[in-house]
Antibody, heavy 120, light 110 residues
Framework: QVQLQESGPGLVKPSQTLSLTCTVSGGSISSGGYYWSWIRQHPGKGLEWIGYIYYSGSTYYNPSLKSRVTISVDTSKNQFSLKLSSVTAADTAVYYC????????????WGQGTLVTVSS | QSALTQPASVSGSPGQSITISCTGTSSDVGGYNYVSWYQQHPGKAPKLMIYEVSNRPSGVPDRFSGSKSGNTASLTISGLQAEDEADYYCSSYTSSSTVVFGGGTKLTVL
């Protein structure tokens, strides 16, 4: 069964770039067949889709975040990553990585999530 | 893209049935049969309960069912149990090849 694990700094200063990595086990990103996604949840709030990537590098981003988001993939490490630039306190959230079934674009397996706080 | 509209809260007694609605537009819920439902307990990651409007992943009890009419999808939980108390989120594929979530519904089992 596929498992995903987020990693990265839990504290980021305002105006800096948030960087997170998701390590996938139990399945190979390079085998294709799935998209790989980042989703966030502000404290006490609902879910917000950030974007997703295919192993080939094709990406789709939430229009509201598109100017600040970059999702990339490293198939040699079976990892994919998120970079969110120019962060503010409004970017404080739990960030989840997830596997996405491509036909229906359904996130089916999720990581446990990691809290990122933006504060000086 | 605007979030899908869900009621903030619903409640029911053990054994009863409840339904949670999820309203979107013809560019998301109404345009595709790609609506999913997630259950989230406090401090945990969301768990997929329903996909493609009405399909259950392996291991999800058949007490959980989904449907759709026009721009509104629904999740019904029958035979409510205490462990069903959680937050529930809907999601849909959109015409922009993106995903949009609902605002979430807190289910209280009385």
């Amino acid at each position: 069964q596929v498992q995903l694990q987020e990693s990265g700094p839990g504290l980021v200063k305002p105006s800096q770039t948030l960087s997170l990595t998701c390590t996938v086990s139990g399945g190979s990103i390079s085998s294709g067949g799935y998209y790989w996604s980042w989703i966030r949840q502000h404290p006490g709030k609902g879910l917000e889709w950030i974007g997703y990537i295919y192993y080939s590098g094709s990406t789709y981003y939430n229009p509201s975040l598109k100017s600040r988001v970059t999702i990339s993939v490293d198939t040699s490490k079976n990892q994919f990553s998120l970079k969110l630039s120019s962060v503010t306190a409004a970017d404080t959230a739990v960030y989840y990585c997830a596997r996405v079934e491509p036909t229906t674009v359904t996130p089916d397996y999720w990581g446990q999530g990691t809290l990122v706080t933006v504060s000086s | 893209q605007s979030a899908l509209t869900q009621p903030a809260s619903v409640s029911g007694s053990p054994g009863q049935s409840i339904t949670i609605s999820c309203t979107g537009t013809s560019s998301d819920v109404g345009g595709y049969n790609y609506v999913s439902w997630y259950q989230q307990h406090p401090g945990k990651a969301p768990k997929l309960m329903i996909y493609e409007v009405s399909n259950r992943p392996s291991g999800v009890p058949d007490r959980f069912s989904g449907s759709k009419s026009g721009n509104t999808a629904s999740l019904t939980i029958s035979g409510l149990q205490a462990e069903d108390e959680a937050d529930y989120y809907c999601s849909s594929y959109t015409s922009s090849s993106t995903v949009v979530f609902g605002g979430g519904t807190k289910l209280t089992v009385l």
